[in-house]
């Protein structure tokens, strides 16, 4: 099972920018004041294989999932407007996850409530929250090709994970 931890919003970020992660899971609670975001972390895995271009690296490196939760969230709002054709924000959030989306950017800063964070997606625009604090977890994978499939495991137990929800516990509550 996978814990939380307490972050630095701000120097996770820094440190860690989601740019270019695809989006895995994007999930608004407002009845619990809480926005979830997995995505896979692209930057050093992306790197890696460019350094050795053309040659791809044997085995591919571990794909990097990140999970950050954002607690008491309010003010959740996305500049871009609903897409035609979503009538709620289940939907919304299940054509986010949909494969394929990225994140462009994501920017934090300190504020007088806490934080305000803004988060551009490719196709669905900015998304604007202010929070007092965040949890961040992480899960390394590795991709094993079976027969035209791709099955994946966590690098520490070797288990089975499912590669748009590498995190199920998101769903425990």
């Known amino acids: 099972?996978?814990?939380?931890?307490?972050?630095?919003?701000?120097?996770?970020?820094?440190?860690?920018?989601?740019?270019?992660?695809?989006?895995m899971r994007?999930?608004?609670?407002?009845?619990?004041?809480?926005?979830?975001?997995?995505?896979?972390?692209?930057?050093?895995a992306i790197s890696e294989a460019f350094a050795q271009w053309p040659r791809l690296p044997d085995p591919p490196p571990p794909i990097d999932m990140r999970w950050l939760r954002f607690c008491n969230v309010t003010k959740f709002q996305c500049t871009q407007g609903t897409p035609e054709g979503v009538d709620s924000w289940g939907e919304y959030e299940r054509k986010i996850r949909s494969p394929g989306h990225l994140i462009l950017d994501a920017v934090i800063e300190r504020c007088s409530s806490g934080f305000r964070c803004d988060i551009w997606l490719d196709t669905f625009g900015k998304h604007s929250f202010f929070f007092d604090?965040?949890?961040?977890?992480?899960?390394?994978?590795?991709?094993?090709?079976?027969?035209?499939?791709?099955?994946?495991?966590?690098?520490?137990?070797?288990?089975?994970?499912?590669?748009?929800?590498?995190?199920?516990?998101?769903?425990d509550d």
């Open 26 to 44: 994007f999930r608004y609670r407002p009845d619990k004041a809480r926005f979830d975001l997995v995505f896979d972390f692209a930057a050093e």
């Open 133 to 171: 604090s965040a949890l961040a977890a992480r899960r390394l994978v590795y991709a094993k090709k079976r027969q035209s499939n791709w099955d994946y495991f966590d690098t520490e137990t070797h288990e089975p994970v499912d590669f748009f929800n590498p995190f199920p516990e998101i769903d």
């Open 1 to 23: 099972m996978i814990s939380l931890t307490k972050i630095d919003p701000s120097e996770y970020l820094e440190q860690s920018p989601p740019n270019e992660g695809m989006v």
